[in-house]
C-alpha cells in the first residue's frame, strides 16, 4: 500500500505537531512526532518522524528528522530501521526477515538526541468475509441515459448500473477504513473537470457492516482494487483528534509515549470491480 493515509490524517497530525501541555504557542525543543503505521502481509515503509511546529506557524509541513535511531521490536527480536530516499523523515525495514501477521504485537523505538520514545500495537485480525455485489459500475453520460429511456430502461436500472456495495462480516466493535483506488497501468480521467484529483479515495473509520460505492466517486476508468482494512483503537482516536476545535488546546489522543503521533497496525481484504462507460 502506498501512503495514501497521510490524506486522512493530515489535519489530525497539524493538530499534534502544534500543541503541547507545557505551552500551546511555543512546543518543548525537540519534540519528536511519530507517525508510524504497519500492515499485515506487507513490507514495513510507513513510518515518518518529524519535530514540531509553533501554534500560528505558516508552515504547513514539520520539519522531518533523518537522524533517528528507528527499531521495531517483535517477539523480542529487534529489527533495526534505515532511512528512506530523499529529505522525508521516512524510515524502513531493508530485509525480508521481518514479517506483518494478525496478532503479532510490536513495539517501536526511538532515540534521538536523549530523547527515547516508543510505543506499542497489535496486528488485528483481516475483515471476514468481504464481499461486493457486482464486479462492474457503469458511467452513463446524458445522451446515453436519453437513449436508454428511450428504450424503456428505468432510471431505476440505471441508478443500479451506477453503484455497488462492499460487504463484511460483524465482528464486535471492530472499524474499518475502505480504500478504493484505481490499478490500471495507465487510467483514463472519465472527464477533464477532474483535474489533478487522485485516482484514488479512503473512508473514515466506520463500523458499519455495508459500504456503497458509487459511480461519481470514480474519476478514471478500468480496474480497481476496493481495499477493507480493520484499524485498532489508536488510529479511530487519531482520526477524531482531527474535528479538534482551534480554541480547544488540549494535546490530541496519543499512545507514544515521551512523544507525540500514533503507532498503528492494520490488516485488510480485497476485492476488484472495473468502471467503465455505460
Not at 529529505?87 to 506483518?100: A, K, M, P, Q, R
Not at 474499518?176 to 483535474?195: C, K, Q, T, W
Request: glycine share 4%; net charge negative.
Amino acid at each position: 500500500m502506498n501512503r495514501t493515509i497521510i490524506l486522512i490524517l493530515s489535519i489530525a497530525m497539524l493538530i499534534l505537531v502544534t500543541c503541547t501541555e507545557d505551552s500551546p504557542i511555543s512546543p518543548e525543543s525537540d519534540l519528536i512526532v511519530v507517525r508510524s503505521y504497519i500492515y499485515a502481509g506487507e513490507p514495513v515503509y510507513d513510518i515518518q518522524l518529524t519535530s514540531t511546529l509553533p501554534l500560528g506557524s505558516e508552515e504547513t509541513k514539520a520539519p522531518p528528522i533523518n537522524d533517528a535511531s528507528v527499531s521495531l521490536i517483535k517477539n523480542g527480536q529487534q529489527y533495526d530501521l534505515v532511512l528512506s530516499e530523499g529529505d522525508s523523515g521516512y524510515y524502513h525495514y531493508d530485509g525480508n526477515e521481518l514479517t506483518v501477521e494478525a496478532g503479532d504485537q510490536f513495539t517501536i523505538q526511538v532515540n534521538y538526541k536523549d530523547q527515547q520514545i516508543y510505543g506499542s500495537t497489535n496486528v488485528p485480525e483481516a475483515p471476514v468475509n468481504v464481499t461486493i455485489s457486482s464486479t462492474t459500475i457503469m458511467f452513463p453520460d446524458f445522451d446515453t441515459i436519453w437513449e436508454l429511456r428511450q428504450q424503456g430502461i428505468s432510471m431505476d436500472s440505471i441508478r443500479k448500473s451506477m453503484t455497488l456495495t462492499v460487504n463484511r462480516e460483524q465482528v464486535s466493535d471492530a472499524l474499518y477504513y475502505i480504500l478504493v483506488e484505481n490499478i490500471d497501468a495507465n487510467p483514463l480521467a472519465v472527464e477533464s473537470r477532474f483535474g489533478d484529483r487522485p485516482n484514488q479515495f479512503i473512508s473514515q473509520p466506520i463500523a458499519a457492516i455495508e459500504y456503497t460505492v458509487n459511480a461519481m466517486m470514480m474519476t478514471h476508468l478500468g480496474k480497481h482494487r476496493v481495499k477493507v482494512y480493520r484499524v485498532n483503537q489508536e488510529y479511530a482516536d487519531l482520526y477524531q483528534s482531527r474535528k479538534q476545535d482551534s480554541r480547544d488546546l488540549n494535546e490530541p489522543l496519543t499512545n507514544i509515549v515521551n512523544g507525540l503521533g500514533v503507532f498503528s497496525a492494520f490488516n485488510s481484504e480485497s476485492v476488484f470491480f472495473v468502471f467503465k462507460l455505460l
